[in-house]
């Protein structure tokens, strides 16, 4: 099967993302690489070849992860393989200078990396090439491969493992964006009604001519209805009443400020061993002398820097006040506040994975400091030998002459030679175990240092795990809280629509009451009036009282017009009402539906995510444990 079918067994479909997963799978290769190339068995099987000439006499370390060995041809025919110790970039000029004491010859050839280049000192010809042994991982693997070129196939299990874990990781992150954009429309409430004012004025002497008297017309005057129904605004439904966002407590930086770096100036011992010569013993006139002088080892070795742990740039404030969260609840935003918090959150994972990747270079960094170092410290301890073994010949031919010391003075010469070079073997024997001894006491520390660094990024990584569970708790506690607050704020909306419609109907019930008297009010005004006319005597007072009647008529007849009016708005205005409860029901429970939607795929991603990374974990654990380490060192050294 391919990478993506056994991928997305593991994450679902990554159709829309197969850019994104192309470059985990690639990283997940480099970091399955770097685990794992710290186990000896793996890290060979891990090693390739480049071999070096005059054609392609340097390595581009771009994608190198790892530097095995590096051996030089010493002849053109039959030549044999020299390891090549690394140097310091700023000496190679030395180590390449004819006339310099560091001058490097085929017979002890050098290396070194600058600018990202690897070069051979003396540099590789035709003939007499170069081989370097490297850990380069893949970088051109494909989704629709199911291996990757010089890799282990045992090892494709971690590769998918790594790229579904990032997969899963950018779900996550899309189904944050998801949730931050549901939205719930806003529902308008419908305007109240303008209703009209109904007031009954019956007419007096005034409106219907002079002379009458108050006992003819006893119309009543200036009676009104209750002022025009006040109904006040519909009930509101607000999605964010009173919803609030707990507080999460600030992360501390990474600390190493309290462990000690060992110092790299161990004081190793520089050996010289110089065989005595005529001047210093006298001439023996039966023979020679031919003792070696002026051989000295190589130089103490140069002791590179000790690897130093490289805390992440980046910080990382979880406090809401200073990540925005406390501003956006103050404007009621949940949406963005829950946002800022994500984004938080995904800064605290990205620190993580610095802190895990800084740690993965650290331990690399210190593994390769003791294989280069030990080289070096090999070589030393090889040139000492060597001085110590031309001194026991030295010796030996000492002795010699003094056997065949025809005089008492070659004997007392040859004697005293002999007492030189034993001196000077019993110096050099000397100074070979304070090296050893330093060296052992800084490998101690160099032990020391890298267990205490990784004892603390674990420590370090337990705190932002946890603090990492308590915000993926605190976002689905409230994130249900909110859910929660949703349906009690729509629950007392309909019991606010459903009161607010009730008072409607209590205010429109009085008014027509009152509407009600006025209209018999007026009918008995026009009863009065048409007595009046009834009893008229003469024809102004008659037509006096028929303009009251025709008055009054035509006001009864504008009430009856103006209540019907009401009445009519009233009515279509409750339909309104019943109308937007029933949009904000619908658009509350869609946006339930959906965040509940949301929240259900994300926390089935966030379980998956995490027993990948676990899976991945427990993939790796039987690489981990590395040669010369504690293991204390190689169980705190593990992929978070």
Not at 53 to 61: E, K, R
Not at 232 to 258: E, H, R, V, W
Not at 450 to 469: F, G, K, L, Y
Request: charged share 20%; proline share 3%.
């Amino acid at each position: 099967m391919s990478f993506q079918t056994d991928i997305e067994a593991i994450t679902g479909s990554i159709s829309s993302i197969t850019t994104e997963a192309t470059q985990y799978l690639r990283e997940g290769v480099k970091q399955v690489t770097k685990f794992v190339m710290k186990n000896p068995e793996m890290k060979m099987r891990l090693t390739q070849d480049a071999n070096l000439n005059n054609v392609s006499p340097q390595l581009v370390m771009t994608n190198v992860l790892h530097i095995a060995s590096v051996t030089r041809l010493d002849a053109d025919t039959n030549g044999q393989a020299r390891s090549c110790m690394e140097i310091p970039e700023e000496l190679a000029g030395q180590y390449e200078d004819v006339n310099s004491i560091y001058y490097t010859t085929k017979l002890d050839p050098k290396y070194y990396v600058a600018n990202n280049t690897l070069s051979v000192l003396p540099e590789p010809t035709a003939n007499q090439t170069a081989k370097v042994k490297h850990i380069t991982p893949e970088t051109n693997t494909a989704l629709s491969e199911s291996d990757v070129a010089n890799f282990p196939p045992e090892l494709n299990r971690g590769v998918i493992l790594y790229a579904a874990g990032e997969v899963l990781r950018k779900f996550l992150s899309l189904k944050n964006a998801t949730l931050v954009g549901l939205s719930m429309q806003d529902v308008v409430p419908p305007s109240s009604p303008s209703l009209d004012s109904i007031i009954y004025n019956g007419p007096g002497n005034a409106d219907v001519g002079g002379g009458a008297t108050a006992s003819t017309v006893s119309n009543a005057t200036n009676v009104t209805a209750s002022s025009k129904i006040s109904l006040g605004a519909a009930p509101n439904y607000d999605k964010l009443q009173n919803y609030t966002l707990s507080t999460i407590g600030n992360i501390s930086a990474l600390d190493l400020t309290g462990i000690s770096i060992p110092s790299s100036n161990i004081g190793l011992s520089i050996v010289t061993y110089s065989g005595p010569s005529n001047s210093d013993v006298g001439t023996i006139s039966t023979t020679s002398v031919g003792f070696s002088t002026a051989i000295t080892s190589g130089d103490k070795a140069d002791v590179a820097p000790t690897p130093v742990y490289n805390t992440p740039t980046n910080s990382v404030d979880f406090t809401t006040a200073n990540i925005g969260v406390d501003a956006y609840l103050g404007t009621e935003d949940i949406e963005l506040a829950s946002a800022a918090l994500r984004k938080e959150q995904q800064k605290l994972q990205d620190y993580q994975a610095d802190i895990q990747n800084n740690s993965v270079e650290f331990n690399s960094s210190v593994e390769k400091f003791r294989a280069d170092n030990q080289m070096s410290l090999d070589k030393v301890q090889r040139d000492l030998q060597a001085s110590v073994q031309t001194a026991q010949l030295d010796l030996a031919e000492a002795q010699a002459d003094a056997q065949i010391a025809s005089t008492k003075k070659d004997r007392e010469f040859a004697e005293k030679s002999q007492r030189l070079i034993q001196n000077a073997i019993n110096d050099m024997s000397a100074a070979i175990k304070d090296n050893e001894f330093k060296i052992a006491e800084f490998n101690a520390l160099i032990n020391k240092y890298q267990a205490e660094v990784n004892t603390t990024i674990s420590e370090h990584q337990s705190n932002i795990a946890r603090e990492i569970q308590k915000a993926q708790l605190l976002r689905s506690t409230e994130l249900s809280q909110f859910g929660v607050q949703m349906q009690d704020e729509l629950n007392n909306f309909q019991s606010d629509a459903v009161s607010y419609q009730s008072n409607i109907q209590a205010e429109l019930d009085k008014t027509q009451r009152d509407l009600q008297a006025l209209i018999v009010e007026a009918q008995n005004d026009l009863s009065a009036a048409q007595a009046t006319a009834q009893l008229a005597t003469n024809v102004a007072l008659q037509n006096q009282a028929e303009k009251s009647q025709r008055l009054i008529q035509n006001a009864i007849k504008d009430m009856e017009t103006a209540i019907q009016n009401n009445a009519a708005k009233i009515s279509k205005y409750n339909s309104e009402i019943q109308s937007y409860a029933t949009q904000v029901t619908e658009e509350v429970q869609k946006y339930q539906s959906e965040l509940q939607e949301v929240v259900q795929d994300y926390n089935w991603i966030a379980q998956q995510y995490q027993i990948t990374k676990n899976d991945f974990i427990d993939f790796l654990s039987p690489y981990l444990l590395t040669r010369g380490v504690p293991s204390e060192v190689a169980a705190n050294d593990r992929p978070s």
